[in-house]
């Protein structure tokens, strides 16, 4: 069973071991902007893992063993490479706030993807769709978690194996052609400088995934999965220009007053022998910048308490995050 579990990570770190994309992006202070970027995923990788997959269901089925795990890792395969289609990332893109100028495919040095143009209105709407999406898929994973819970028993190894079910949920949500530019917009104590939030900590989460780290999906810690998950191929980049000069770069380049860039490898996402992630992992990359005067961008305070939902009764103590939100002109006492 455990063996059967492992697939669905596997597939996971498969698919994120084997993505570059590029990305550039132009923010306006009325929230309005441009981004164009390239995404793409190595075929011999993909191909590799699938492979391996359709083996371990074999393996599965001759021995008695039920396929269901495998199904959905295949599945999940489908649905990935699906998202390369030019239909398929126009489709994404319009659902999340975008006015597509054009989606390009490509194919060149053993990676198929896609290159697309895109432009939006209001940056803050699309952060929110982000975060509803994202929300969604969360509570999908963890349906998804508990039913096989309940179906399955509840002996330690089996938790973890579910463990890693939940988590590639979240993480083949973020694997799609469409690679998100900024993930928020956060207060400072200093009303006239914000924050943008381009890649927040992993805290300690992508060691289950690669296999590394302790508490690996089927429970792989050291000399776990680790080994048969390569991240070499790994490679995200993203260069950002800001209505505002830059205040403060962490963990990327400041190429002028108003413009970072960042580089984000395999080896980075990848936890040491002791399970300990690198430090752009864990400190995450952000960017602080003076805020203009009739900026519209949306600056959310993270400490605050998100409002509960209808017939939802407040979690005591419980951080999250999102609520309330605010305009900056508001925090500057008008504007």
Do not use: W
């Not at 590639?168 to 530019?181: D, N, S, V």
């Amino acid at each position: 069973m455990i063996r059967a579990l492992a697939l669905v990570a596997l597939a996971a770190a498969a698919l994120t071991g084997c993505i570059k994309t590029d990305t550039k992006a132009v923010l306006e202070k009325d929230g309005s902007g441009t981004i164009t970027y390239e995404s793409a995923y190595k075929l011999e990788a993909v191909e590799s893992a699938r492979t391996r997959i359709e083996d371990m269901r074999a393996q599965a089925e001759e021995a008695g063993r039920g396929a269901g795990q495998t199904d959905q890792a295949v599945e999940q395969f489908d649905k990935f490479l699906k998202g390369f289609e030019p239909e398929a990332v126009s489709a994404d893109l319009k659902a999340r706030g975008y006015e597509v100028v054009s989606t390009t495919p490509f194919e060149a040095e053993g990676y198929k993807g896609v290159k697309v143009e895109a432009k939006f209105t209001d940056i803050s709407t699309i952060l929110q769709k982000e975060r509803d999406a994202r929300d969604a898929e969360r509570a999908k994973a963890e349906a998804e978690r508990a039913a096989a819970g309940e179906g399955q028993g509840e002996g330690r190894n089996r938790r973890r194996g579910m463990g890693g079910m939940g988590r590639m949920g979240g993480m083949t949500a973020q694997l799609q052609p469409t690679p998100t530019m900024v993930q928020g917009f956060e207060v400072t104590p200093d009303p006239k400088v914000g924050k943008a939030v381009l890649m927040a900590p992993a805290s300690g989460r992508m060691g289950g995934m690669t296999g590394g780290g302790r508490g690996g999906a089927g429970g792989g810690g050291r000399g776990g999965m680790g080994g048969n998950m390569g991240m070499e191929d790994y490679r995200r980049t993203l260069r950002i220009k800001f209505p505002g000069k830059i205040v403060e770069a962490q963990n990327c380049r400041k190429e002028d007053d108003h413009t970072v860039s960042m580089s984000v490898k395999g080896s980075d996402m990848t936890p040491d022998e002791d399970g300990e992630l690198s430090g752009i992992m864990k400190e995450g990359v952000s960017v602080t910048f003076e805020v203009p005067e009739g900026c519209k961008i949306q600056f959310i305070d993270p400490n605050a308490k998100k409002a509960p939902k209808e017939g939802e009764a407040p979690k005591e103590g419980e951080p999250t995050e999102g609520e309330p939100r605010r305009r900056r002109g508001d925090l500057r006492g008008g504007g």
